[in-house]
């Protein structure tokens, strides 16, 4: 069990024997910015594990491309970590361009993609992450199922007149 232990110094995370596991968010425009965001109102601290990576309107996928790179130089990784990457489409520009700099990175293969992110799926990513309970594969079944299930058209109830109205 000590070899669970994960140290923070100085706002890294250090660890022994165990891999660490994070979501990255991946969008066009600010999309994976703002399920960030709404993710930290439910989830907190939780969001230390979570990252954004967008292709804003005004930018190109080298721009993304160098930012990712940026990105990963500086979070400094361990080899042995683990990614769910969440991104709004896939085979979209942002996620394609992630994807090839994860792989130069050697984090690709330590790195499952889902496509369609909406908030139930990245929620219960996060949720996951800190109890690491689940395996990857019932991960990913549990947040595939979980954000279906979080599509569908609201139907308010019809309104009955009380008694008292009548």
Same mark, same amino acid.
């Given at each position: 069990? +000590?070899?669970q232990?994960?140290?923070? $110094?100085? @706002?890294?995370?250090?660890?022994? @024997?165990?891999?660490?596991?994070? #979501?990255i968010?991946?969008?066009?425009?600010?999309?994976?910015?703002?399920? +960030?965001?709404? #993710? =930290?109102?439910f989830?907190?601290?939780?969001?230390?594990?979570?990252?954004?990576?967008? #292709?804003?309107k =005004?930018?190109?996928?080298?721009?993304l491309?160098?930012?990712? =790179?940026? &990105?990963?130089?500086?979070?400094?990784?361990?080899?042995?970590?683990? &990614? $769910?990457?969440?991104a709004?489409?896939?085979?979209?520009? !942002?996620?394609?361009t992630?994807?090839?700099?994860?792989?130069?990175?050697?984090f /690709?293969? *330590?790195?499952t993609?889902?496509?369609g992110?909406?908030?139930?799926?990245?929620?219960?990513?996060?949720?996951?992450?800190? #109890?690491?309970? /689940?395996?990857?594969?019932?991960?990913v079944?549990?947040? /595939?199922?979980e954000? *279906?299930?979080a599509i569908?058209?609201? =139907? !308010?109830?019809?309104?009955?007149?009380?008694e008292?109205d009548?």
């Amino acid at each position: 069990m +000590k070899d669970q232990f994960i140290f923070k $110094i100085i @706002g890294k995370r250090y660890q022994r @024997g165990i891999e660490l596991r994070y #979501l990255i968010l991946v969008s066009h425009g600010r999309l994976a910015e703002g399920m +960030k965001t709404a #993710l =930290e109102m439910f989830s907190g601290d939780a969001t230390d594990q979570s990252y954004a990576l967008c #292709l804003h309107k =005004e930018m190109t996928a080298a721009d993304l491309k160098h930012a990712t =790179e940026e &990105f990963l130089k500086k979070q400094n990784f361990a080899k042995n970590d683990r &990614f $769910i990457i969440l991104a709004d489409i896939i085979g979209g520009s !942002p996620l394609t361009t992630v994807l090839d700099v994860f792989s130069n990175y050697g984090f /690709l293969q *330590q790195s499952t993609v889902v496509g369609g992110m909406n908030f139930s799926m990245a929620l219960n990513v996060i949720i996951n992450l800190n #109890l690491n309970i /689940l395996s990857e594969e019932e991960l990913v079944n549990k947040v /595939l199922s979980e954000g *279906q299930a979080a599509i569908k058209q609201y =139907e !308010p109830e019809a309104e009955t007149a009380d008694e008292d109205d009548i």
